[in-house]
């Protein structure tokens, strides 16, 4: 077996070791994929599919971050079938997920002409804001379900086990067992979730509560609560 | 059951590993209605699993509940066909006679309501699943409006119409082949003493076996594939998942003639070199599960499983693994997921199950049908499975045929005969005007009346660009109606959609709503159905996505109407 593979992308011929992703080679001729839940330090599961690209025409687009490269491949990275699936799946997720403080994906809206109100009428994922610790608020209406908080708490770093998914299909949404408050979870507050989070779900507290116009003060005061409990926020 | 404590349930799993948490959450399930807190953090310290991935994995299964649940739970399947035979004016009904609203629990606690996705009694609709507290679950159908709560479990069984002299033979409905009907494992004991494993995996080569899951792969490859591969050590799956609306012959093999398929399971480990094989069946099949169980019990009693099988030596312990209530779980790599204790989200792929399957080891995953053919094959040889069948598409086959017919139920046909001789002779013909016909399940396409001629094959099928898919074939007279059915087909899918990738996720239940608005859409909405099928089926992770808009885009074709807006133009 060979150790590199050869391919063409976009026109452009390239030569890359085996076991390259799409995303890599991609990258490596300055063409940028598009992602969304991709991240350089967490495992890519493939969820988000806005890095689908079209190889060798066939019946299915692959996700650039998870298919490695083929030799001999031809891939298209942006023609009409692309910008199809891109530009569904960004009005999609902005029909159902509140994206004011995700302004990469708001970004790629306006790149692929998505039509910010294409789904009338359409269920929102909605959530009350959970305010039960002293370092970091929850709204999970702002999550795009990426997965990369559930993954740092777990093997992809921390090893903490705190978070897990509840429910499935559009009701999916993070949770801890029994939707307990987190400090009555196994959380250790490293942070970790609110550091690789690309929306607004995970906010530090200090962050949210000036978002709020909350003094410094007050904001003092708040993370010092001794009994933490869960606020719901109509 | 009921005096068993936690604790007690757990006994028996000392020592076992995350892999036992589906079982353990049946026991904790069935014993107490619901797993709760305290339940999850014993199992959680047996086990050595987090509290948090327990939670999550029950959160993901229809079946297991983390609120207690009245003692007696009756969910009434709701998807086409019994759609047609009046389930929700049963579901109505039973509410209205105990007084609550639909997934309520009864004052006294005994009974709630609620409905379910296909439970492969189609050919009975409408049909129910009974779950009792401190008992298993059981099936029942066909269900009136009137049927008596205290009679639910002592309904006479149902009795499948079956047909067939292959698969099916000596298959009358309602009787469980013994083993000394069976006849020892003949083709077994063949393949041991004389065959060899490259000799079966020889002879289903030549027979042209192509799988009969609905992915339509060829068996000897993947076979091959995987006596190849160098890990060690290797799995045999049977794929009894049958979720599939529409689709209920796996459960008439599974009911009828479980040792035809142990015997399929154990030649095929025996070809690969496993020893070690489980039987996936469907949470919503109890009688299939323990039908199968007992049979194992029998052919290990009689020495042709367990331990050196007919003196050799060869082994081969197989185990039953009952779902938790999803059909993603018929994906072979959610399937994997499940009994490794996960939520039953599909992997990437590849790599693929030849090589990295169950546990990360080569795997043969098979439909339960498919395994069926294989001691005919053995015994028989390759050439006398091809007298059936064409070329490509070689064998019998079953299908599982619903609707608007004369008589529903499980056929074996020979391939090639048309769609038409299909419904006309073996189904008695259909009842009324034929309006269309949805192949291949929930994830087929419709065709029309002037389709009738198309023979069923492999090939012929793709060259319609329809499917054989699972073999189920609903048919539908001039009273259904289409938007109806399309209806129950997007509720479908979003409520088995995982949610793992985001097509899927999202294109389901918008899907779902743009159906469910399908007699007054909206200016564009046909657009929309074309946008977000296209885009599930091009760039969805798995299978499920991939065909969740399958049926709707078909019938977006065949009735260029449907979702036209008055005074706008399609
Ligand atoms: C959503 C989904 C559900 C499936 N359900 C089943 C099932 O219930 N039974 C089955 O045998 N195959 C099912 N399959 C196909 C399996 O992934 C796999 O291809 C099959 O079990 C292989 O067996 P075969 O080669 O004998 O057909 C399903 C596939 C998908 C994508
Ligand atoms: S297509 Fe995507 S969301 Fe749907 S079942 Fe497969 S992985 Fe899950
Ligand atoms: S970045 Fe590839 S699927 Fe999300």
Redesign the interface.
């Known amino acids: 077996m060979s150790d590199t593979v050869t391919l063409t992308i976009d026109g452009q011929e390239i030569t890359v070791p085996a076991g390259t992703t799409l995303l890599e080679a991609a990258a490596q001729l300055g063409i940028e994929v598009p992602v969304i839940c991709y991240h350089d330090a967490t495992t890519s599961n493939g969820l988000c599919r806005v890095c689908v690209v079209d190889v060798n025409n066939g019946r299915l687009l692959q996700a650039a971050c998870v298919t490695t490269c083929a030799n001999g491949s031809t891939v298209e990275t942006r023609n009409d079938r692309v910008e199809r699936s891109r530009r569904t799946i960004l009005e999609m997720l902005n029909s159902a997920v509140d994206l004011q403080h995700a302004p990469a994906i708001q970004t790629l809206m306006n790149d692929y002409d998505a039509d910010p109100a294409r789904f009338p009428n359409a269920e929102r994922r909605e959530h009350a804001l959970l305010d039960d610790n002293p370092f970091y608020v929850r709204d999970y209406s702002q999550c795009v379900l990426c997965w990369r908080c559930v993954q740092v708490c777990a093997d992809d770093a921390q090893y903490t086990f705190a978070l897990t998914f509840g429910g499935r299909g559009f009701d999916t949404h993070i949770a801890t067992a029994f939707d307990i408050p987190m400090p009555e979870s196994p959380c250790v507050f490293c942070g970790q979730c609110v550091g690789v989070c690309p929306t607004g779900a995970l906010k530090p507290k200090i962050q949210w509560g000036m978002e709020q116009g909350m003094t410094p003060e007050q904001i003092r005061q708040s993370t010092r609560r001794r009994k933490h409990r869960v606020e719901y926020e109509d | 059951m009921d005096s068993l404590s936690i604790a007690e349930i757990l006994v028996p799993y000392q020592g076992r590993q995350r892999d036992a948490l589906l079982p353990v959450l049946w026991d904790m399930q069935t014993a107490f209605g619901h797993i709760g807190?305290d339940a999850?953090r014993q199992i959680s310290h047996t086990l050595h699993v987090?509290?948090?991935?327990?939670?999550?994995v029950m959160?993901?299964y229809s079946l297991f509940s983390?609120e207690p649940t009245a003692k007696t739970v009756i969910r009434i399947c709701t998807d086409p066909v019994c759609g047609l035979a009046g389930a929700d004016e049963a579901i109505h009904n039973f509410c209205r006679r105990l007084n609550i609203h639909h997934d309520e629990i009864t004052p006294d606690g005994k009974y709630a309501v609620s409905h379910t996705t296909c439970l492969g009694l189609c050919d009975h609709a409408p049909a129910a699943l009974i779950s009792q507290r401190g008992q298993s679950e059981t099936a029942i159908a066909p269900l009136t409006p009137e049927t008596d709560f205290s009679e639910l479990l002592t309904l006479s069984p149902y009795q499948s119409i079956v047909r067939g002299d292959i698969l099916l033979k000596g298959v009358d409905g309602g009787n469980v082949e013994s083993l000394a009907d069976y006849g020892n494992y003949r083709a077994l004991h063949h393949a041991i003493t004389i065959l060899g494993p490259d000799g079966v995996i020889g002879e289903v080569e030549k027979s042209g076996l192509i799988g009969r899951g609905g992915a339509a792969f060829p068996t000897a490859t993947k076979w091959k594939m995987t006596r190849q591969a160098t890990g060690q050590p290797k799995y045999v799956v049977c794929n009894a998942d049958e979720s599939e609306p529409g689709t209920f012959k796996d459960r008439v093999l599974m009911e009828a003639r479980p040792h035809l398929i142990l015997e399929g399971v154990a030649l095929c480990a025996f070809a690969i070199g496993a020893t070690k094989a489980y039987l996936f069946v469907r949470g919503e099949y109890p009688e299939s599960a323990w039908r199968l169980q007992r049979a194992i019990d029998e052919a290990t009693h009689a020495g042709l499983l367990g331990a050196n099988i007919l003196g050799s030596e060869f082994s081969l312990d197989i185990e039953i693994r009952r779902g938790g209530g999803?059909y993603i779980c018929g994906e072979e790599t959610a399937l994997f997921e499940a009994i490794e204790g996960n939520?039953g989200f599909p992997r990437?792929k590849p790599p693929y199950p030849t090589t990295h399957g169950l546990f990360q080891k080569p795997t043969v995953v098979n439909n339960v049908e498919t395994l069926s053919t294989i001691p005919g094959i053995v015994e028989h040889g390759g050439d006398w499975f091809r007298q059936w069948g064409t070329e490509k598409s070689t064998g019998p086959k079953l299908v599982s045929v619903s609707g608007h017919v004369q008589r529903p139920g499980v056929y074996e046909i020979n391939p090639g005969i048309t769609l038409r001789q299909l419904l006309e002779g073996f189904c008695g013909g259909v009842i009324g005007d034929l309006q269309m016909v949805l192949m291949g399940g929930a994830a087929g396409t419709f065709l029309t009346p002037d389709q009738l001629d198309v023979r069923l094959t492999f090939e012929d099928l793709r060259a319609i660009r329809s499917t054989f898919g699972s073999g189920a074939i609903m048919v539908f007279n001039e009273t259904a109606d289409i938007r109806d059915i399309l209806r129950r087909l997007g509720r479908f899918f979003?409520?088995?959609?995982?949610?793992?990738?985001?097509?899927c996720?999202?294109?389901?239940?918008?899907q779902m709503?743009i159906l469910e608005?399908a007699d007054t859409p909206?200016v564009g909405d046909r657009e929309?159905l074309r946008?977000?099928g296209?885009?599930m089926t091009?760039?969805?992770?798995c299978g499920l996505g991939?065909t969740a808009a399958s049926a709707v885009l078909s019938a977006l074709e065949k009735w260029p109407d449907l979702f036209a807006v008055k005074g706008q133009p399609v």
């Open positions: 807190p999850v987090p509290e948090a991935d327990i939670y999550g959160s993901f983390s999803a939520r990437i979003k409520h088995e959609s995982c949610g793992k990738c985001f097509p996720q999202l294109g389901t239940q918008r709503e608005r909206l929309r946008d977000i296209l885009t091009e760039s969805s992770l991939q």
